[in-house]
């Protein structure tokens, strides 16, 4: 029998970022991290997420950090280690579009203070709102990932993604991510797929996925076995429901084949009982809900990431309509199918999500339509896979005619307006203070006074509150 060729599995570690934000909505503070990073750089990771995301927003929102200030800190720790973000294209960090102008001084700033990676996704799945990332961030000699958000459906066919594939790499991207945000990829189609990115192109093929449908270490071992490169995993204590497998698992999995990954397991168990006991106090406090632990097959039913659940069960929590929550499950698939059939992954997730909300409980298909859903479908966002249900665009849009360009192309440059804006001439203490205005302008604001605060220690009360609760 010919010996097999040695082909040693990369890992990429999420506990810094996706892990907590999947199952403690993002609350690690960058206290919490340090301590653990000597021991993590030691590893032999191919990377570490650890920024981007919801953990921009969650930083300045609730934990009072400046983010920029968490990503030079662990920029200083890991010495060895590749750091890796998750960046939403055209929309950065935040919910809206920004000009490109924005948009590359963010990738400059972002691989300035540290990042090697940039992840890069956009939940249409729509490639031009991702070119101006992708130049930035190879302008910048970063690595350029591009993330393919998988979803079901007619339109998404194996010679969609193998095309999709194509365009990837003439756009000058360094690799290719399957960024399965909802559980939905079955272990027999991660083998198709990642054959069919094979012959697509010729770009390293990374795994993301999340536990909440049960599939995911079975995915990860038929993937591998079809020739993925990287898969992203966990630290046990923050592993499995919606978020990744465990790190230490698919470890053990891939020892002694051709993919061993070489990783040493006493040294991940020593990372693993630094988490335990932050696992035990979120469970304790009631900040991890033991709903995000379980497995939910109802995922591949409606396709609605774990995220997205826990935010229709609180939307209908405060309507007192708790009793609805089947309905809007089976509203969701039909507004997805009106809205051209994208992907559900942030923010189309949370736009598609409440249009059902609303649906259901005005007893009214789209009687009202919130301002989000009707810049779908102004083709604000781009171009999705279907195109949209004219009747619900005409009801949304009226006679305003849709926009069929890139939609950055309409964005005037928009960095010179937010450097000279008052608040930041008032509060700036860095450069990077520009770029977290830029998305996040009232939430920027708070911080930046807090901060002043805790300088001059003007106001020991306003400082001593800050920090005391964890909103969820």
Known sequence: MAEQVKKPLKITETVLRDAHQS???????????????DKMDKVGY????????ATFDASLRFLKEDPWERLRKLRDGFKNTKLQMLFRGQNILGYNHYAD??????VQKS???????????????????????????????????IALSYTLGDAYTLDYWKETAKRIEDMGADSICIKDMAGLLL?????????ALKDGSSLPIQMHTHYTSGVASMTYLKAVEAGADIIDTAMSPFSMGTSQP??????????????????????LAEIAD?????????????????KVLGVNIKTLLYQVPGGMLSNLVSQLKEAGAEDKYRDVLEEIPRVRKDYGEPPLVTPSSQIVGTQAVLNVLQGERYKMITK????????????????????VQKKAIGDTKPITCRPADLIEPQLEKFKNDPVVQQYKQQDEDVLSYALFPQVATEFFKYREAQQTKVDPAKADTANKAYPV
């Open 23 to 37: 199952l403690i909505a993002t609350r690690m503070t960058t206290e919490q991290m340090l301590p653990i990073v």
């Open 46 to 53: 191919h990377s570490v997420e650890c920024w981007g995301g």
């Open 101 to 106: 102008d924005v948009v590359e001084y963010f």
């Open 111 to 145: 691989i300035a203070n540290g990042i090697d990676i940039i992840r890069i996704f956009d939940c249409f799945n729509d490639l031009r709102n991702l070119e101006t990332a992708v130049k930035a961030a190879k302008k910048e000699k970063g690595h350029a990932q």
């Open 187 to 195: 272990p027999y189609k991660a083998t198709e797929l990642v054959q």
């Open 246 to 267: 465990a790190t230490e698992v698919m470890v053990e999995t891939f020892k002694g084949t051709q993919y061993d990954t070489g990783l040493d397991q006493n040294l």
């Open 274 to 290: 630094y988490f335990q006991p932050m696992r035990e106090e979120a469970l304790k406090s009631g900040l991890m809900n033991t």
């Open 372 to 391: 989000e859903s009707k810049k779908v479908l102004a083709g604000e966002f781009g171009q999705t896979i279907k195109p949209f249900n004219p009747e």
